[in-house]
């Protein structure tokens, strides 16, 4: 199955993340039912996109215990130094909540539809790595529950995120950093029809030696 284009994806895709009020509020930011502040960050229940499937939304306080539970383990977090504290997911949870605040895109949580299961992340941040040869670019980010693996969600969330992408941050490139050792992820960069960037790698330092890096041009 080939990504679809951005053509294809209709603009009722991401009429969630359209201001309720039609005010002309940015597309990923609107705001509907605010949840109580909590760490200084104001935190809402909006929907960045949909999927056949899946919701793309922002995070909420709620999600930090599934998240830990689901995609803190061992076989998730295999290519990402092993499982985080409790402490740490708060801590990115935290983080991607301010970038989101800063930039209005993060990686954002992935659910299902139809059950509201938590599934992982998927979205794009910008590299804040000032010694990564990629800094200041945009990189494409994903994560699913491993009990939820080979049904298509990764793809299928981040097909939607790159055409989000192709929308709302056009002529930039997209990166990706992966494991050289993560097969999946490698499989699913091409498969979404990303490609090698050894320019970008012959340049990178010893801290991301391991790391392959892949650019899909938008
Ligand atoms: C990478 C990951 C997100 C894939 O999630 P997923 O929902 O299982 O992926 P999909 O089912 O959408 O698969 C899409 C494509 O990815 C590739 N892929 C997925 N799992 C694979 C595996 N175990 N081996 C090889 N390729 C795999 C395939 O190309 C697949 O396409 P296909 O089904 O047509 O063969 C998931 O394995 C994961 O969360 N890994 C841990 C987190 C991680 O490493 N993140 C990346 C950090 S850079």
Redesign the pocket.
């Known amino acids: 199955?080939s990504r679809p284009s951005a053509a294809a994806v209709s603009r009722a895709h991401f009429a969630h993340s359209r201001s309720p009020s039609g005010n002309g509020a940015t597309l990923g930011l609107s705001r509907v039912a605010p949840e109580p502040r909590q760490r200084g960050i104001l935190m809402t229940r909006s929907t960045i996109l949909t999927t056949r499937r899946l919701r793309v939304r922002h995070w909420l306080s709620a999600d930090v215990d599934p998240y830990d539970e689901y995609c803190n383990t061992d076989e998730?977090m295999?290519?990402?130094d092993g499982p985080s504290t409790k402490r740490e997911i708060r801590r990115e949870v935290a983080w991607y909540q301010k970038h989101q605040a800063q930039h209005g895109h993060t990686f954002w949580v992935v659910e299902r539809k139809r059950d509201r299961a938590l599934l992982?992340f998927c979205g794009i941040i910008r590299v804040w790595e000032r010694q990564s040869p990629l800094h200041g670019e945009l990189e494409i980010?994903?994560?699913?529950r491993a009990d939820?693996?080979?049904?298509?969600?990764?793809?299928?969330a981040a097909s939607a995120v790159i055409d989000w992408a192709e929308w709302q941050l056009p002529d930039e490139v997209v990166y990706?950093?992966?494991?050289q050792d993560?097969?999946?992820?490698h499989?699913?960069a091409?498969?979404l029809g990303m490609r090698r960037a050894r320019a970008m790698e012959a340049r990178r330092g010893a801290e991301e030696r391991s790391l392959r890096m892949f650019r899909l041009r938008l």
């Open positions: 199955m998730v295999e290519y990402l992982g980010g994903w994560r699913i939820k693996w080979r049904h298509g969600y990764a793809f299928e990706a950093r992966i494991h993560n097969a999946a992820s499989g699913l091409r498969k």
